[in-house]
């Protein structure tokens, strides 16, 4: 009742006229909402710079399946920030003695293939110093508009520091291993526990620990992560304002990322885990189905989902899975073409919320409590 009181309250009060730009939630109403009881919208691959003219036009003659699908890319992140994205994704690469992707293979392929030289990768050296690096696919598809990781990292307390009573951003961590199928590519640097010490350390080497939220945060005196979020130990927007939280997109380095570390006491990042465990507070279900991602977050526990991948969606302009996945209450909706990046294909499929919110109350768990009207509060503001 008293969030409710203070919904309705707000949205009487708003009728006298438009929302500033820099309009808060109102602080009553900061105290009552959790972080699990929002929607937000992020993007996928943040950083991703797109392939230029003549590395595109090898891998198309390559594999065109391929080059469909890295045919995007997104801005700086200060400028997503400032679209309304509060969610992004950075994929990092260790290479702990600096060098390991400092030679891409692909300019030597296009030269091979008779096209001209595309601008130089790396032209200050990052590459050659130790340090997580921020890419999609080594060799093949290095291009990132921060680079290195702690240069993203930078980026993003920059713009937090400037907005200081942001809504909360999440950062999507995917730890980078492995090569695609039948290609020969640099061997990555494999992601061990002390590698990821290594991680947390440069996470915590820009952000203090009043800039974070972190599982010991959400976990407070509870045994266990699981039984907090089930508990709805969630902190408050008031308690999440200016802050950033770090989650672990793939699931297969989580006992890793665990070892000494149970249920992730004194770690940095949420883990993609599984319901009942007792890291489980984070879990991606990319694809759905969209009613096992409501009863999810109806148990409290923080849901990240994709509304387009591989451009797939974007080029029929499908929106069937975006509205899915909106509808399914997932916090976090992620896509490649928020509404300020619309797809460059017939019908500019692009992900927003209604009214171009930066969020809106969470449609799952709290659409008794939240009025209509407060579902657009944020419409043109960019808190």
């Given at each position: 009742?008293?969030?409710?009181?203070?919904?309705?309250?707000?949205?009487?009060?708003m009728?006298?006229?438009?929302?500033l730009?820099?309009t808060?939630?109102?602080?009553?109403?900061d105290?009552?909402?959790?972080?699990?009881?929002?929607?937000?919208?992020?993007?996928?691959?943040?950083?991703?710079?797109?392939l230029?003219?003549?590395?595109?036009?090898?891998l198309?003659?390559?594999?065109?399946?391929a080059?469909a699908?890295?045919?995007y890319?997104?801005?700086?992140?200060?400028?997503?920030?400032?679209?309304?994205?509060?969610?992004?994704?950075?994929?990092v690469?260790?290479?702990s003695k600096?060098?390991?992707?400092?030679?891409?293979?692909?300019?030597?392929?296009?030269?091979?293939?008779?096209?001209?030289?595309?601008?130089?990768e790396?032209?200050?050296?990052?590459?050659l110093?130790?340090?997580?690096?921020?890419?999609?696919v080594?060799?093949?598809?290095?291009?990132s508009?921060?680079?290195?990781?702690?240069?993203?990292?930078?980026?993003?307390?920059?713009?937090?520091?400037?907005?200081?009573?942001?809504?909360?951003?999440?950062i999507?961590?995917?730890?980078?291993?492995?090569?695609?199928?039948?290609?020969?590519?640099?061997?990555?640097?494999?992601?061990?526990?002390?590698?990821?010490?290594?991680?947390?350390?440069?996470?915590?080497?820009?952000?203090?620990?009043?800039?974070?939220?972190?599982?010991d945060?959400?976990?407070?005196?509870?045994?266990?992560?699981?039984?907090?979020?089930?508990?709805?130990?969630?902190?408050?927007?008031?308690?999440?304002?200016?802050?950033?939280?770090?989650?672990?997109?793939?699931?297969?380095?989580?006992?890793?990322?665990?070892?000494?570390?149970?249920a992730l006491?004194?770690?940095?990042l949420?883990?993609?885990?599984?319901?009942?465990q007792?890291?489980?507070?984070f879990?991606e279900?990319n694809?759905?189905?969209?009613?096992?991602?409501?009863?999810?977050?109806?148990?409290g526990y923080l849901i990240?989902?994709r509304?387009?991948?591989?451009?797939?969606?974007?080029?029929?302009?499908?929106?069937?899975?975006?509205?899915?996945m909106?509808?399914?209450?997932?916090?976090?909706?992620?896509?490649?073409?928020?509404?300020s990046?619309?797809?460059p294909?017939?019908?500019?499929?692009?992900?927003?919320?209604?009214?171009?919110?930066?969020?809106r109350?969470?449609?799952?768990?709290?659409?008794?409590?939240?009025?209509?009207?407060?579902?657009?509060?944020e419409?043109?503001?960019?808190?």
């Open positions: 009742m008293l969030l409710r009181s203070v919904l309705l309250a707000f949205c009487t009060a009728s006298s006229g438009p929302i730009a820099q808060p939630l109102p602080s009553a109403a105290k009552v909402l959790k972080l699990n009881q929002i929607q937000v919208i992020g993007t996928h691959n943040s950083y991703h710079a797109g230029p003219p003549n590395e595109k036009i090898w198309e003659k390559q594999n065109p399946q080059a699908a890295l045919n890319s997104h801005p700086p992140l200060t400028q997503q920030f400032d679209a309304g994205v509060r969610q992004i994704e950075l994929d690469y260790a290479d600096g060098g390991l992707y400092a030679h891409s293979k692909v300019p030597a392929l296009v030269a091979a293939a008779g096209l001209p030289a595309d601008p130089a790396d032209p200050s050296g990052l590459m110093k130790p340090g997580f690096k921020v890419m999609h080594q060799d093949i598809d290095q291009r508009t921060c680079q290195p990781f702690i240069a993203c990292l930078q980026e993003v307390r920059s713009w937090s520091k400037a907005h200081p009573e942001h809504m909360p951003l999440f999507l961590v995917e730890t980078k291993q492995g090569s695609p199928k039948n290609m020969q590519l640099t061997e990555p640097e494999p992601f061990t526990s002390a590698v990821f010490d290594a991680l947390d350390a440069e996470i915590r080497s820009v952000f203090s620990p009043a800039e974070l939220i972190t599982p945060d959400v976990r407070g005196s509870y045994d266990t992560l699981n039984h907090a979020v089930l508990a709805g130990h969630w902190p408050t927007l008031a308690g999440s304002r200016g802050k950033v939280m770090f989650l672990m997109d793939q699931r297969s380095v989580t006992q890793i990322y665990l070892q000494g570390h149970p006491r004194e770690r940095v949420f883990t993609n885990s599984v319901p009942g007792p890291d489980a507070a879990l279900r694809d759905g189905p969209a009613d096992e991602i409501t009863a999810l977050v109806r148990e990240r989902a509304t387009d991948a591989d451009t797939k969606q974007a080029r029929t302009n499908d929106t069937s899975t975006r509205d899915a909106m509808a399914s209450g997932a916090q976090i909706l992620s896509t490649d073409y928020p509404a990046e619309p797809a294909f017939a019908g500019h499929f692009s992900v927003a919320l209604p009214g171009g919110a930066v969020l109350c969470n449609p799952a768990n709290t659409a008794a409590s939240c009025p209509a009207a407060l579902q657009q509060m419409a043109g503001a960019r808190p």
